[in-house]
């Protein structure tokens, strides 16, 4: 995922994934800045979610928990999730992907805000299950372009085909993985 943020910088309108969304950089207002937003905030967001499941993080250094999880809260709740919905609306692939990546937005800030009350009301199993939920959805950044490299591998399918796939494989399988350890986890 890093090596994919850089290809972002320096700040560029025609590289990677923007060289295939010219129109929506010329035509749709602010377009071009919040694909950039959604980029570099994102990474940041993976790269804090990892740490946050570490027990020994949150056992030996609360505190650090705390702060960065609340650097996750902050940038999901008000730079990833909101600029991942706007670039949503505008997805390759028609109406599924749309439909795919409009509702993994709302489902990320949904899960991100369930977690992050629940913690403020001291309900930490709640907590857990909404933040496992949450960085379902942000570890789909990695999960899609796992799946797409899978499908072009072994299915050559033409190009807008595996974007309307990876659309759903990249958050679905995730969200259902963590809803079974969820589910194992409340039966111990």
Do not use: C
């Amino acid at each position: 995922m890093i090596k994919i943020t850089l290809q972002y910088i320096p700040i560029d309108n025609n590289v990677a994934f923007l060289q295939i969304k010219q129109t929506e950089i010329t035509q749709i207002p602010f377009y071009y800045p919040i694909f950039y937003v959604h980029v570099y905030s994102s990474i940041f967001v993976l790269l804090a979610g990892f740490f946050q499941f570490s027990s020994t993080l949150l056992k030996k250094f609360p505190v650090t928990h705390r702060n960065i999880g609340k650097f996750y809260v902050f940038t999901v709740l008000f730079l990833s999730a909101p600029s991942g919905l706007f670039i949503g609306l505008f997805a390759n692939g028609g109406i599924y992907s749309k439909v795919s990546f409009i509702s993994l937005s709302i489902l990320w800030f949904y899960f991100t805000i369930k977690g992050f009350t629940a913690i403020k009301n001291k309900k930490v199993t709640n907590h857990k299950a909404f933040m496992l939920r949450s960085f379902a959805l942000t570890f789909s950044a990695i999960t899609l372009r796992f799946w797409k490299i899978i499908l072009i591998h072994l299915f050559h399918p033409p190009p807008m085909d595996v974007y309307q796939i990876i659309a759903w494989l990249g958050w679905i399988p995730n969200l259902l993985i963590v809803e079974y350890y969820i589910y194992n986890q409340l039966k111990k």
